[in-house]
């Protein structure tokens, strides 16, 4: 009987252990599936080995064979027959390598990750839905697809995706599908759009509206115009000062009179990191020891495995292009064919403002503009949260746009707070697909500027230049038609006269072709003095220092190489700390400071401002510029105020601690005694110096800048364990190698234009997103010390190249 009933107790201890491993609790995954050896994480590993050499695939939807070599990197060059083709092909592979991040990315950009990962993301979800992402994607998926062409493109891509996904089995799934317990679902076009809408998020989802008009309110006009000025002392424009127009302005919107609006204490609060950027720039052929043009590209985003870009070259009747594509969406995005290289940056143009709304009564239903009550669009939003029911919220559109936030998050604020209704541009209808349909195809500075007309979002400032001779820039995408100021400060939302007015003319975009200098260069500073170009884009870009720095180097480059603009790409020369550390110096007295901080003042003042990785100057130096910059203006514009504002920009604090010392905003009003600059300068000083003493010991090797900054490359989910930690790299913020802690050159590329075109490129990852894969992550090692590697480009998928490592056919 005791055998019995041990017999049953284990039966029912292993049944009840089986259901556990194989059940999800909450956000835990069930480890059963994924330790098992025949479904598990197991089947994920891989060796170059496994790579076929020779391989033929039979591929239903294709209507020729297709022809794919692949490089030692893993790098898959398609050459096909025709364009569905192409971009099945296109889809199918990436997918392959791919799949899930291209998947998770359009769940993020759709409010979908609770459908993943349970109700902690719910917020995320809730935020992305109020933003208008997928009723924007919508609107402009709608324009791509009435164009034949970039139908059967999308639906080509879609169908190759499709083609990779129904191929897989539980136990083929990739990693992290497994991990997450749950399975890729059927690819559409409305994804792609998706993902480019994912990315105007990145690069134009950031508004200081609100805040500036925060302190308006506190401060008043004369104040805010002081210290938020509309053009910097120090810039240099991505258009060279004094470049004469040529073109006939149109007529601008006049300004109504002044409106200024209420508190506004919901602002928001899940904006993209502001140190987003890049750099582009091209020499002329004068300028190049090749006699053509050379044009380099590093775009700054988030580091994360996998990476952000996807290599490529295609090749079909009409088009052989290579460089890097975004997963998920078809073509080259930046990149090079045998005629001409192009790239890409961010304008910084002000295309998000905010209405302050008046609503009929409490339930919201109607609102005031141009002297009627106007229907308010409500949509209900369904949020599919894993493991709990479906959560609703109910979203409401004006004709502005979205309101997004609209709920308390303090407790101080009022219970019944303004509400402001977003105008952006990525809700705007756009074709960003044939923009690069064209560009891959283009041979000259026609085409290019062709491709550019039915650009959007999010507004790009895209270098060029072409084997006959021609470089150019035009910051360019649907840019508002403003009066100056307009979207600086919030709107009056029951005006039309404060409502966008329609858009500049694409032709009379910001642009310049062959410049005297003999080069064209962006660093998302301002794009053109605005004594010299009639519209108003923005009131702040990027800081003027990367920029600046670029153009100074490449001002005094003769015999131009592509190593030379790599190196170029790789500079770590603080102009910032150039410009304020003597001053800094200068404002402390040394024999105030221990022994130690002695010490460190020394060293610093012997620092030749170089954010290389191991010097510990910009280690010093950012901690203490930060730390005072917090001082003088945390008491004024920080969250004790009550009001959520921004400091003043860096030019504007530079100018205060530069040539102002007597001034007001010196004093911290939350103490009794009147603080000064020394004063503040040291104290600032001491604080650097001895946290860095408690988290480092005394000054010596460990207070190395990339011990400090400490760079990470993380998995797009965060998943722990799958990412690059703490990289031994220099650079920073404001640097043209702009290396931060979570930022960076996400791909760095270089093109010699010529009769025969050479390039170089490298992004900080691996072709595969397969964590398992020998091709994960094995570029983040050069990246990290700045080289580049040849980029192989071939003519026919015959062509002899000793790097091409294997050869697939794809057929029906």
């Known amino acids: ?70 490089d030692d990197q893993r790098v898959p060059h398609i050459f096909a027959q025709n364009d569905h083709d192409l971009y099945y092909a296109q889809g199918y592979l990436t997918a392959r390598d791919r799949l899930w991040e291209m998947d998770f990315v359009t769940h993020v950009a759709a409010g979908r990750l609770s459908e993943i990962v349970g109700k902690d993301r719910l917020e995320t979800d809730r935020f992305f839905r109020r933003m208008g992402m ?121 300004a109504p009179a002044g409106f200024e609006a209420d508190y506004s204490p919901l602002v928001p609060q899940n904006q993209p990191d502001p140190e987003l950027g890049s750099n582009n720039f091209a020499v002329s052929g004068s300028k190049s020891a090749t006699g053509f043009p050379i044009l380099a590209n590093d775009p700054h985003l988030q580091l994360n495995l996998p990476s952000i870009w996807y290599q490529a070259q295609l090749a079909a009747p009409g088009v052989n292009v290579c460089g890097v594509s975004i997963p998920g969406v078809p073509f080259i995005i930046i990149g090079f064919n045998e005629q001409v290289a192009w790239g890409v940056t961010n304008t910084y143009a002000d295309v998000l403002d905010w209405y302050q709304l008046k609503f009929k009564d409490n ?11 106007k229907p308010v669009r409500r949509v209900v939003e369904r949020i599919k949260v894993r493991g709990q029911p479906d959560r609703l919220d109910t979203v409401l559109y004006t004709h502005h746009g979205p309101i997004v936030y609209d709920r308390q998050e303090k407790p101080f604020l009022p219970q019944t707070p303004i509400l402001h209704a977003m ?10 697909f044939l923009t690069f349909y064209r560009l891959n195809r283009t041979r000259n500075y026609q085409d290019y500027t062709a491709a550019l007309a039915t650009y959007g979002a999010p507004a790009q400032n895209f270098i060029f230049a072409d084997s006959q001779q021609d470089i150019a820039i035009w910051p360019n995408g649907l840019l508002p038609l403003k009066w100056k100021e307009q979207g600086k400060f919030v709107l009056d939302g029951t005006n039309p006269a404060y409502d966008w007015q329609g858009w500049i003319p694409s032709a009379q975009n910001p642009h310049v072709k062959n410049p005297p200098r003999g080069f064209v260069s962006s660093a998302n500073q301002f794009s053109a003095n605005p004594k010299d170009y009639p519209y108003y884009l923005n009131w702040n870009y990027g800081d003027y220092e990367r920029g600046h720095r670029i153009n100074e180097r490449l001002a005094h480059m003769n015999h131009v190489t592509p190593d030379s603009l790599r190196v170029l790409q790789n500079d770590n020369l603080g102009l910032n700390a150039q410009l304020m550390l003597p001053r800094l110096l200068a404002l402390v007295q040394p024999t105030q400071l221990s022994a130690a901080q002695q010490q460190a003042y020394q060293e610093l003042g012997r620092w030749n401002y170089f954010y290389d990785a191991h010097a510990t100057g910009p280690t010093m130096f950012e901690l203490w510029y930060t730390n005072l910059v917090k001082r003088i203006w945390d008491d004024d514009f920080g969250k004790a105020t009550g009001l959520e504002m921004r400091f ?95 930022n960076g050159p996400s791909w760095r590329m270089v093109v010699a234009l010529g009769p025969q075109v050479q390039a170089y490129g490298l992004f900080p990852g691996g072709e595969s997103g397969n964590p398992g894969s020998p091709f994960y992550d094995d570029m983040i090692e050069p990246w990290s010390k700045g080289q580049l590697h040849p980029l192989v480009f071939l003519r026919s998928p015959d062509e002899k190249n000793p790097r091409v490592k294997a050869a697939w056919e794809l057929t029906r």
């Open 1 to 70: 009987m005791i055998r019995w009933l041990k017999a049953i107790l284990a039966l029912l201890v292993t049944v009840a252990l089986t259901w556990a491993l194989n059940t999800r609790f909450g956000s835990v995954p069930p480890f059963g599936k994924f330790l098992s050896p025949f479904r598990g994480f197991w089947r994920n590993g891989e060796t170059a080995a496994d790579f076929p050499k020779q391989q033929t695939l039979t591929l239903p939807g294709l209507q020729q064979p297709v022809q794919v070599r692949f």
């Open 134 to 254: 997928v009723y924007g994607a919508r609107k402009s998926l709608d324009a791509a697809m009435a164009d034949p062409t970039v139908r059967t493109v999308l639906t080509s891509y879609s169908d190759g995706i499709n083609a990779y996904i129904n191929s897989l089995t539980p136990s083929t799934y990739p990693f992290e599908y497994k991990l997450l317990d749950y399975a890729p679902e059927p690819w559409e076009p409305l994804k792609c759009a998706l993902i480019l809408k994912y990315m105007a998020f990145d690069l134009t989802g950031r508004s200081d509206d609100l805040r500036l008009s925060n302190a308006l309110g506190k401060y008043g006009r004369e104040v805010v115009r002081d210290l938020f000025p509309d053009y910097p002392l120090r810039e240099d424009p991505v258009i060279p000062e004094g470049t004469p127009l040529d073109f006939k302005p149109v007529p601008v919107p006049a």
């Open 363 to 373: 339930t919201r239903r109607e609102y005031w503009h141009d002297g009627r009550w």
């Open 423 to 432: 105008r952006w541009v990525a809700h705007d209808a756009a074709n960003e």
């Open 648 to 742: 003043p920009t860096r030019d504007r604090t530079n100018t205060l601690i530069l040539q102002e010392p007597n001034s007001r905003w010196i004093d911290d009003t939350r103490t009794p005694a009147k603080e000064t600059l020394t004063e503040l300068a040291r104290k600032s000083f001491q604080f650097a110096t001895d946290s860095l003493t408690r988290k480092f010991g005394p000054l010596g090797p460990k207070w190395a800048w990339a011990n400090q900054k400490s760079t990470d490359i993380l998995h797009l989910a965060q998943l722990p364990g799958f990412g690059h930690m703490d990289l031994d790299v220099g650079g920073g913020t404001g640097i043209v190698n702009a290396t931060s802690e979570r």
